[in-house]
Structures are given as structure tokens and as C-alpha cells.
């Protein structure tokens, strides 16, 4: 999401909560696991008609 007060805010792909977490904790999906998740998403909004 960004970055404020030195630490980085995060938010599941799917929604959800937001929470704060420290830079050096955080590390990027590859591109495999971002299109993973990414297909995990588009089908449960296909099941729930979205």
C-alpha cells in the first residue's frame, strides 16, 4: 500500500485489515507467487458472482 513513518503498510490481495510491518521484514512475491494469487482472487470473485 506505502510506506509512512518508516515502517511499510500492508493489505491482503484479497482485502482485509491493514497492518503496519518494518521494511527489513518485508520481502517481494516473486512473479509466480503474485500470479498465483492474483488467479486466486479472480476465481473466488467468479464464484461469488463479482
Known amino acids: 500500500m506505502g510506506e509512512i513513518g ?3 503498510q500492508m493489505r491482503p490481495m484479497q482485502g ?3 497492518w503496519d ?3 527489513d521484514k518485508v520481502v517481494a512475491l ?4 503474485e500470479l498465483s ?3 486466486a482472487v479472480k476465481n ?3 464464484r461469488v458472482g463479482l
Open 16 to 18: 482485509g485489515i491493514e
Open 21 to 23: 510491518a518494518m521494511p
Open 6 to 8: 518508516g515502517r511499510v
Open 44 to 46: 473466488n470473485n467468479s
Open 30 to 33: 516473486s512473479a509466480r507467487e
Open 37 to 39: 494469487e492474483r488467479l
